[in-house]
């Protein structure tokens, strides 16, 4: 129910983007064959255009404020298929090809929190150890 | 490969989340059956517990400055079939069903902007007017 304007086709994907105060926008990334929804990250310009021009997710680290390549250290990078904006142009949908795991806990998913009765369950155990991934 | 602490199994789960500074976090909503991804939304407190008590999806507006059920408006509800928080808490994932379409401009999913050499493309037209949808 935004009544923000709708991009023009042909603009440049890259400033059509509505950057939060930060500069950022949060990115949802999704396996394009399974439809296993993986992560959520968060992109700033440079992430968006280094996605672009190598096809290899870029993102933006929050907690330590620096931009980073997916699967850098742990070698669980991610291969884009597709990107997407949404209708107000202010979140990403990347399609991409997961090698391994997306989660740092060394589970396919991020999503592992489940709710039942209110409280929190655990819905899977890792299937690898992040010591593997990150060095022990 | 963040160092934040996993909450404890049991805990509640509202009591999980973590906010950001606005008290607020981003849901990712996925269509449960067919894996496709819908929309991304915000959700404050009392919109996470509204949801999980009533089992329709409640977020909150940024840019209105209000909590709203989805739908209120439209008639394009959301039943929310399952609700899982990431591994950092600091983002949820809705797996509902959607009645009708969840983009205000009529189209199943708000992701319809790819990018082609660099450049803006739309991905598909309305299945419904948003005349229709919200009143002409």
Known sequence: MSSAT???PGSLFAN???WDAEGLLPAVVQQYDSGHVLM???MNLAAVEQTITTGEAHYYSRSRGVQWRKG??????QRV???RLD???DALLLLVDQNGVACHTGRRSCWFHGVQDGRIVVLNRPEVSPDVLYGG
Chains 1, 2 share one sequence.
């Not at 850098?72 to 990078?77: L, V, Y």
């Open 87 to 89: 209708c107000d142009c």
């Open 81 to 83: 298929v597709e990107l």
């Open 16 to 18: 059509a983007i509505q």
């Open 40 to 42: 959520l990250a968060w």
């Open 6 to 8: 709708e991009p023009t």
């Open 72 to 77: 850098e250290t742990s070698g669980q990078t």
